[in-house]
């Protein structure tokens, strides 16, 4: 068994981070991976709901022992402000993908445009050389039609991006944690007072 397939048989996990934005956090985050021979399946940086914090999604397949390791190693990073990791029943996830393929060959194979149309995905430019198609959806279904389009032969090339994720909870997870050290932070200032 190689090792690919050895780590597909691990559970995969969303890992979600939040930082302030500062140069140089995504390096302290992925060292953390790197030191504990964790391969980082995909991988998204953007800014957050919140003013100023940017959200990393990790995911990786490892043991759930594993990514609570990984969650502990991270939140100690000096401008991580938290840190948490869910199973695919736990978010709501999405990846977005493009093809280019062979416009002489599509307009050839009437197969090519009943699989696009099958698979839910869109032509989004189409010129005498080639066509780009954008696929938006769960990894699995991105994959599939990949998949049948290689094997007519027609894809040129691949691109797909990494997962982003939100929590099925009501409010977003960080500004009730942010909240919350701002309630301790007073409370520590009316302390110190008396």
């Known amino acids: 068994m190689t090792r690919q397939e050895q780590t597909q048989q691990l559970p995969l996990y969303s890992i979600q981070v939040y930082s302030e934005n500062i140069a140089g956090v995504l390096n302290q985050i992925t060292a953390v991976f790197t030191r504990r021979q964790v391969n980082i399946e995909s991988l998204n940086v953007c800014a957050s709901s919140t003013p100023g914090v940017h959200k990393y999604t990790i995911t990786c397949y490892c043991t759930e022992e594993m990514v609570k390791m990984l969650k502990a190693q991270i939140e100690k990073r000096i401008d991580v402000l938290q840190a948490r990791y869910f199973t695919d029943e736990d978010i709501f996830y999405i990846e977005t993908s493009l093809l280019k393929i062979s416009t002489p060959q599509m307009l050839e194979n009437s197969d090519v445009c009943s699989i696009v149309r099958h698979h839910g ?38 691109a797909r991006s990494g997962r982003i994720c939100i929590t099925r909870g009501t409010r977003e997870q960080l500004d009730d944690y942010l909240a919350e050290r701002e309630k301790e932070r007073a409370e520590m200032g009316m302390t110190n007072e008396e």
């Open 121 to 158: 995905a869109r032509i989004v430019e189409v010129n005498p050389t080639y066509s780009a198609i954008e696929k938006t959806g769960r990894t699995e279904d991105i994959l599939s039609l990949y998949e049948a389009l290689n094997r007519l032969g027609v894809v040129r090339q691949f």
